[in-house]
């Protein structure tokens, strides 16, 4: 470990690493996501103990204790919630809320929206397979209309799958990107980008599941560099409408105020005990 | 600025390429782990330790060609492809893969290095960082060489290698 020159140490991404080993099948794209998020941490010179990952249910939710950084792995689709009010009662801390599809825009769907809008200043991280990986292969919020391969949606999901950034962009979020698990220094920069972004900061990482959706490993060759960073919504929505899916980069970077509730004039519980009279 | 135009630039990325080869031969090695792998697991371990070793060797050289190295951001560095060359494939993995599996994984790590080098060897900006790459393209060939060499001894893949009775890829 080296110090920098105000004497503070300098931490590399190793640092940011627990000692426990990652349970995810060997070729799981969220091993990149782990390694680019030490590493934007490590960039940032975020020290672990200034920095809490929160997640919820599902493989990717893992995350947390796979990290040396405070973690709350909760309950499933509450990981914004959780990391809401963190955010709010801690605002010295870098919050960072993680989690996969099924997690972030099934069961926890509706939190998504509301923090878009709110624009709490912490990062979101979904981790996307388009797939229920940890209960073996369900189709997700995310999945393709067409796939056939699990024997609950033998004949396809016959739904439309969701397109979260585009519903990132309608409900508000502020800052809006899609970047893919295999670029992991990538990622690692959009991490940091997104961390650094005064507001709610939404990222989409594309990371393919091998053993329920091993046809996601040519995902190498379809994903590309598409977005460019707007702060017109017209042009992001333009943006999304010629998306094939596997663009990648910051779409839209918009600063706005953030929800920071005022609380300089809370009073005290004194205060308020003075308000009631005791009955005996 | 790029590796093959500036010496410390240069050493920077031959210390982290193989800090970070290291690093995916120890992820490799604890996935094999979690997979009671423990035959690929002790090799990709004596994998990681090669290329601290190789890492320790590049910080004592950029230590005497150039007295410090440039404190560069992980995207900062300038890669041919998404990733250090030498950093093994992760989506390669598969929990029952074999030692030859490893191997091949490790020797295309090291084809990648040794492209790296041979690139700035041939195409640096100055002579100093032209004879070290090409210094370090022949290291990274005897490395490919001895893994060929490993290979060449280790048994082809048996019948029935990736048969397992009880699949975790039954979806439901």
New interface residues.
Partial sequence: MNENSSGLAILGHKDYRSEYKPVWCAGCGDFGVLNALAKALAALEIPPHEAAIIAGIGCSSRIPAYTSAYGFHGVHGRALPVATGLALSRPDLTVIATGGDGDGFSIGGNHFMHACRRNVDLTYLVMDNAVYGMTKGQASPTTETDWTASKLSPQGTHQMPLHPLEIALATGAPFIARAFSNSPNELARMIAEAIEFPGFAFLQVLSPCITYRPEQLGYKKRVHAGFEPTADRTEAFAALAADDGFSTGILYRAPRPCFAPDHSGARTLEAIAADFEVVP | MKPGEDLACFLAHAVVLEDEAA?RYD??A??????RNREVEVLFRQMAGYSRMHRDEAIERARAHAGGLPKL???E?S?PA??SPESGE??????L?TTRHALELALAAELGALAFYQHIADHGADRIIRALAAEFSAEEAEHAEAIRRWLATTPELPEGWDQDLDP?????
């Fill in positions: 690093s992820e490799l604890d996935a094999m782990s979690v997979h951001k992980p995207w560095f890669w998404s990733e992760m989506s390669r993995a598969h929990y893969m975790p890829v039954e979806i439901e």
